[in-house]
């Protein structure tokens, strides 16, 4: 239809004002973001524009943001979808509100050929209002993990709630992708996200297993115990947080625990500050 597409480079993302520019130099009229980077537009003085859209996704949309953003949007959508559904697999238009109240916040429906299941501990679909585990199919669903195919066994299952003649992409069976995330049908017919049924959180967008941080903390030649936390101490403003513990008679020095973090984890899990403590909390 003449549309066109502009990717944004990753020196531009992280600065509000150049992101305003090449908006404004481009002319978009859609952009797709975190939450993180809307509010990076908005301290950057970003106005928008009555016929501009905002997709919001990859982590929570705060009410507070969905205000602003309502503000200077013709419309706001918010998203949700794993990287394994290829990517988005539910949206809702945010509504404006009455004043003095925040919009009504959920995921919505699934979007064109995705299915949505509910399912308890048992694999079979929750009434409406129960929460369970969101379990995701249809044309979006991927193949599985490359090479890793005990972890694919794990988190996708057959699904026998597809039609008798329905086929993955490759001609197989086709599949539901197991989120771990827990949500519920609301009584309007809307999905409810309700947070994650494990320890992964989402920062900036990225899935992070804190755990996994904590094990590359513990291999650190210095740091007997270890604990990782994602902090939001200001509205918007994620951050994790190290606390370590040291051996009897060592030192923790901050910026050799980071590079040593550097070397087998991505930028996104490297913590923002290592704290030094005498003892973790048992």
Partial sequence: ???????????????????????????????????ATWRLLLEAGWRGGRHFK?????????????????????????????TETTVWSTL?????????????????????????????????PCPKGVPGELCIGGDGV???YLQRPELTAERFLADRFAGPDATAADGSAPKLYRTGDRARWRPDGQLEHLGRLDFQIKVRGY???LGEIEATLATHPAVAHGGVL?????????????YVVAHA???????????????????????????ALDGLPQ
């Fill in 207 to 209: 899935r992070i297993e």
């Fill in 230 to 242: 994602a902090r939001e101490d200001r509205p918007g403003d994620v951050r994790l947080v190290a």
């Fill in 249 to 275: 008679g060592a030192t923790v020095a901050s910026e050799a625990l980071l590079a040593h973090l550097r070397q087998t984890l991505p930028d996104y899990m490297v913590p923002q500050h290592v704290v």
């Fill in 142 to 144: 991927t193949l599985g």
């Fill in 1 to 35: 239809v003449g549309a066109q597409v502009v990717v944004a480079d990753q020196v531009t993302v992280i600065d509000g004002v150049a992101l305003t520019k090449l908006l404004a130099d481009s002319g978009a009229t859609v952009m797709q973001a975190t939450p």
């Fill in 54 to 82: 905002a997709l919001c996704g990859g982590e929570p949309l705060p009410g507070e943001l969905a205000v602003q953003l309502l503000d200077r949007c013709g419309e706001l959508w918010n998203l949700y979808g794993p």
């Fill in 92 to 124: 809702a238009q945010v509504q404006r509100s009455a004043p003095g109240q925040l919009p009504d916040i959920h995921i919505g429906r699934p979007v064109a050929n995705t299915s949505i299941w509910i399912l308890d501990a048992h694999g079979e």
